[in-house]
């Protein structure tokens, strides 16, 4: 659902931007959602509208072991926190003590034991503890972001009644980071992956689309290799593997799935490598990174739970037990923008390719095949597939 109304963004983000008088049009909040900060994000209610149900309720938050000071937890905790703020409901975070599955099952049912009407959990980590505990707690209501309840072997996914999830469009993330990149001058690219799963397959074949496009436009050849690494933590094995594509000539890794812009950051000797992070803002990782091809988080958990709380504390039936997939058209991706290293594909260029994927202009397609050679044509990329 897009929301045109008392949407606060960080003031100077917008100055000179875009009108946010009371004719704003539906091209300038696109101009808005394309520079929005999701760690300044904050959905307000309008001046006139009736409160939402059940004021004073306590909406939980189960996170697991690596705790809210950065990534995805983090930004979900300041969505729920935020929206508590402004809409006169209790926060209250869960974090598990340790890691692995069990860990994460017991604050998952520590939370739903708390009372609380409305427990917010995300991320890989909890799909499977979701899977196992959903139907236990039936008159619990869980939103879950960036992932889906599963088996452990991923053959089984299942989402109860009471469960609502929310996954993000990747591919738009990756296509805007592989845009940037070529815009920006690189031509010799290296795309990262966590795993083989959907979204991280979702930012590469995005990533791959994005360098296809700004290649053709600027007539210039791209080569790209793509390695699935089957890790998601930083390591010396991967930050070796990098050092040697930067060796070989690589200038810009982009980098998908947990901490492994850390190893791209880390192989970068000389200092003239370049990465791109996914999920968060990573810039804080070090001055090589240039960018950060984000999910909103904090955005999506706001206008989540004010669907459910307008919708009398309840999911609708397009909500209850299905998923729904959000992007560019609600400002739930995007690159970040506070701290903007690229500096030849200038802010003003990307709202414009921003505003393009929101009206249509650009089409991004979703794939789930790593290797989707036979349905993408990209005859100004030269790919090299390292996992086969």
């Avoid at 619990?140 to 889906?148: A, I, R, S």
């Avoid at 210039?220 to 793509?226: A, D, G, N, T």
């Avoid at 999910?295 to 998923?323: C, H, I, M, P």
Wanted: glycine letters at 10%; a negative charge.
């Amino acid at each position: 659902m897009k929301r045109f109304f008392s949407l606060l963004l960080c003031a100077g983000m917008l100055t000179g931007l875009c009108a946010c008088g009371a004719d704003q049009t539906e091209d300038a909040e696109a101009v808005s959602y394309a520079l929005q900060d999701d760690s300044t994000y904050a959905l307000m209610p309008e001046a006139e509208a009736e409160p939402l149900a059940d004021a004073g309720a306590t909406i939980a938050v189960a996170v697991d072991n690596t705790g809210t000071d950065t990534g995805m937890n983090a930004m979900l905790w300041r969505g729920v926190l935020t929206f508590c703020e402004n809409f006169g409901y209790t926060a209250q975070l869960y974090q598990a003590q340790d890691a692995g599955e069990e860990a994460n099952e017991e604050v998952l049912r520590q939370a739903a034991e708390s009372g609380a009407e409305m427990v917010v959990c995300g991320g890989r980590n909890m799909e499977v503890p979701l899977f196992t505990l959903q139907s236990n707690y039936p008159t619990v209501h869980y939103l879950m972001l960036d992932g889906e309840p599963h088996s452990d072997d991923y053959a089984t996914y299942t989402t109860a009644s009471n469960v609502h999830c929310i996954l993000f469009s990747e591919e738009q993330a990756g296509y805007l980071a592989g845009y940037a990149a070529v815009e920006d001058g690189y031509t010799q690219l290296g795309f990262l992956g966590a795993d083989m799963l959907p979204g991280i397959v979702r930012y590469g074949t995005g990533f791959l689309q994005g360098a296809q496009a700004a290649a053709e436009q600027n007539g210039v050849e791209v080569s790209l290799k793509i390695w699935y690494s089957g890790q998601y933590d930083a390591s010396d094995e991967i930050t070796a593997r990098m050092g040697g594509w930067y060796a070989e000539g690589t200038q810009l890794i982009f980098a998908a799935g947990g901490t492994l812009a850390q190893s791209c950051a880390d192989a970068v000797q000389d200092n003239t490598g370049r990465v791109v992070a996914a999920d968060w803002d990573q810039s804080a990782v070090g001055g090589q990174v240039l960018g950060s091809a984000v999910k909103r988080y904090s955005t999506a958990v706001q206008n989540a739970l004010f669907d459910f709380y307008s919708n009398s504390a309840s999911w609708t039936e397009e909500q209850s037990g299905q998923t729904e997939r959000t992007g560019v058209e609600e400002g739930a991706v995007g690159l970040a923008t506070t701290q903007w290293g690229f500096r030849n594909f200038t802010q003003e260029e990307y709202q414009e390719v921003y505003d393009r994927m929101v009206t249509g202009g650009v089409q991004v397609e979703r794939y789930s095949d790593p290797d989707p050679t036979d349905l993408i044509q990209t005859p100004n990329v030269v790919c090299d597939y390292q996992n086969g």
